[in-house]
């Protein structure tokens, strides 16, 4: 298994040979790009829970988006059907003939 990028040596040439202390931290020590800054860690976990722009609100918002539309487009469509038939039900126990109007073939 290889290390993840941000730990990885950006190949740049080498030399100097003293572990990647060069120059400041060194690269053991670095953090991840994906890391908090500094504020938010003095941030309690049940606030940044709750935060609006919390993670998981976004993913749970998109799941039960996406569980609607899936679930709710085939009983829309199925009520438009329903409603087709029980229309020209009507018509027909009424005897009324449905003329076409519009151009045909």
């Given at each position: 298994?290889?290390?993840?990028?941000?730990?990885?040596?950006?190949?740049?040439?080498?030399?100097?040979?003293?572990?990647?202390?060069?120059?400041?931290?060194?690269?053991?020590?670095?953090?991840?790009?994906?890391?908090?800054?500094?504020?938010?860690?003095?941030?309690?976990?049940?606030?940044k829970?709750?935060?609006e722009?919390?993670?998981?609100?976004?993913?749970?918002?998109?799941?039960?988006?996406?569980?609607?539309?899936?679930?709710?487009?085939?009983?829309?469509?199925?009520?438009?059907?329903?409603?087709?038939?029980?229309?020209?039900?009507?018509?027909?126990?009424?005897?009324?003939?449905?003329?076409?109007?519009?151009?045909?073939?």
């Amino acid at each position: 298994m290889s290390a993840p990028s941000w730990a990885r040596s950006s190949g740049g040439g080498g030399g100097g040979g003293g572990g990647g202390t060069r120059g400041g931290t060194p690269k053991s020590q670095a953090k991840p790009p994906g890391d908090p800054p500094q504020g938010d860690a003095e941030m309690p976990a049940t606030e940044k829970d709750l935060a609006e722009d919390a993670p998981w609100k976004r993913i749970q918002q998109n799941t039960f988006t996406r569980w609607c539309n899936e679930h709710l487009k085939g009983v829309h469509k199925r009520m438009q059907l329903e409603n087709v038939s029980v229309a020209l039900d009507f018509l027909e126990r009424e005897n009324i003939k449905l003329v076409s109007i519009g151009k045909g073939g």
